[in-house]
């Protein structure tokens, strides 16, 4: 099929721009933002075309840039747009000049590429939101009056039943000429809301999310049906970042350790793909039914961001129950086949539904703030810096000083040996003592040192022995030294006694 509208450009916006706002302080730029606020409130938004092409239901709404699309087949099987059958009902429906719209397309309802017919029957809701129908153009279509709506068919046609290929809208009170309206599209969604959600989905990616920290894949996924364990940060957006060819092959459950999905615990996980990629997503999360089937607990608060190339073909399929809503703003994307149930919102450029489930609308909850994300990883500066230096600047200090700086032992007061004579009538023993206990000199001591003083006394003849051969010298010198201390200890006792 051709689509209708060409590729929008996509350029890089302001945080300004993500939060459709103007910013006048520095406040204003780290306000929070709803991600999927640019879909205006719609469960299915495309750039182009939306095809439905299965005989299931959507309980939800859709906008789409382009054209409307069924191919449900040429049987007697309409898709229907419902609020709510086995979803849950907690939503609203955008609304246009004050009433609730349900199906919205910027083109037209491309009768001549559907085989089938699209019912927008609004089961489950009050009759303010039936949701009503809005067409850019019904040209080559004629709108007729049906029930208490309208019927869009072919020219000239009064057959609005479903082998003739029709958009139905017939329980909600709708009047023909509300049908076409030209800036429909543009005022619910349109470029602005296109080009949001796709700068959301390069926010997400890129990781520059206030209080965000990043989530591992498990390294081991050998046993998927047993459940791929995520391990969430409480309190935080957690990012996970992965591959197409990291997804399993086959079908696989979603399993979280003690922390799940909450409204201050969001999970965004980014796919990026390639072209013709099929990406299985979970059968299961275990855990998102624990208060019922109508009630499911993570689907607000994940969203699967797909990367892809502009205009690629991808397609995601489950066989089972998928919560969280999908931003592929430049996928061509498929849904199913399989039963891909999908539970949230789902954004594309182009959007096919064929797969063999339902879709049921959960709003995007959490809001995210630009920034900063957490490190991941705050623990290795600490101990990297601390342990080299204690290891290196404390071991050379005391090894040297000792060796080096020996004078503190030998530089007290002289006169303490003297002191203690007085009580004794022997002065010689006390000057017998400069170098040993034994009265004889440390014949081990240098030259050098022999030089700086015999008032070294005991400490100096600890050094090892480094010069020539100088015993009589410093027997010589000895001598003197005994003598000189034995006339001066007589002299000092005598003048402190009074002698």
């Given amino acids: 099929m051709q689509f209708s509208r060409a590729m929008r450009p996509i350029a890089t916006l302001s945080i300004a721009a993500l939060l459709g706002m103007s910013i006048t302080s520095a406040a204003d730029a780290a306000s929070s933002l709803n ?30 840039g382009g054209d409307v699309i069924s191919s449900t087949g040429s049987g007697d099987q309409f898709y229907s747009l419902v609020h709510s059958s086995a979803g849950s009902a907690g939503y609203s429906l955008p609304e246009l000049d004050g009433s609730a719209v349900r199906l919205v397309a910027g083109g037209t309802f491309d009768r001549d590429a559907s085989t089938g017919s699209i019912r927008v029957a609004g089961n489950g809701s009050t009759t303010s939101t039936q949701g009503e129908i809005r067409l850019g153009s019904a040209d080559g279509l004629s709108v007729e009056a049906r029930g208490a709506g309208v019927c869009v068919q072919a020219e000239g046609s009064s057959d609005c039943s479903p082998q003739s290929k029709v958009l139905e809208q017939s329980r909600n009170t709708q009047s023909v000429a509300s049908v076409v309206d030209a800036s429909a599209y543009e005022t619910l969604v349109g470029d602005s809301g296109e080009s949001a959600l796709a700068s959301v989905s390069n926010l997400i990616e890129s990781g520059q999310i ?16 047993n459940g791929i364990t995520l391990d969430l940060a409480e309190g935080h957006v957690n990012l996970l970042n992965i591959d197409a060819s990291d997804l399993p092959d086959t079908d696989w459950k979603l399993a979280f350790g003690d922390v799940v999905p909450s409204a201050s615990t969001p ?5 990026t793909a390639s072209a013709g990629d099929t990406l299985i997503l979970p059968t299961e999360t275990i855990g998102m039914y624990a208060q019922g089937s109508q009630n499911n607990l993570y689907a607000p608060f994940m969203l699967w961001n797909i990367v892809t190339p502009a205009k690629a073909a991808v397609s995601v399929t489950s066989s089972g129950i998928v919560p969280g809503s999908v931003l592929a703003p430049d996928a061509d994307l498929t849904i199913g086949p399989g039963k891909t149930l999908i539970e949230g919102q789902i954004h594309a450029w182009a959007l096919h539904v064929r797969n063999d489930g339902e879709l049921h609308h959960y709003d995007f909850v959490p809001p995210l703030t630009p920034g900063e994300p957490e490190d991941p990883e705050p623990a290795p500066e600490p101990s990297v810096t601390p342990d080299p230096e204690p290891s290196e600047s404390p071991d050379p200090e005391p090894s040297e000083k000792p060796s080096v700086t020996p004078e503190p032992s030998a530089t007290p007061d002289p006169y303490p040996e003297p002191s203690e004579q007085p009580s004794s009538d022997e002065p010689s023993p006390e000057p017998s003592t400069p170098g040993t206990s034994s009265g004889e000199l440390d014949h081990s001591v240098t030259a050098d040192q022999n030089a700086a003083g015999a008032s070294q006394g005991s400490t100096a003849s600890s050094l090892p022995r480094t010069g020539a051969d100088v015993t009589w010298p410093l027997t010589l010198a000895g001598g003197l030294v005994v003598a000189g201390a034995g006339a001066f200890a007589i002299d000092y006792a005598a003048r402190r006694h009074g002698k």
């Fill in 210 to 225: 206030k209080d965000a920290i990043t989530v591992e894949w498990p390294a081991d996924t050998s046993q998927p049906m």
């Fill in 267 to 271: 999970l965004l996980i980014t796919i």
């Fill in 35 to 64: 991600p999927l606020a640019g879909n205006g409130g719609f469960t299915l938004t495309a750039v182009t075309d939306i095809e439905l092409g299965s005989a299931h239901e959507l309980e939800g709404s859709l906008a789409a």
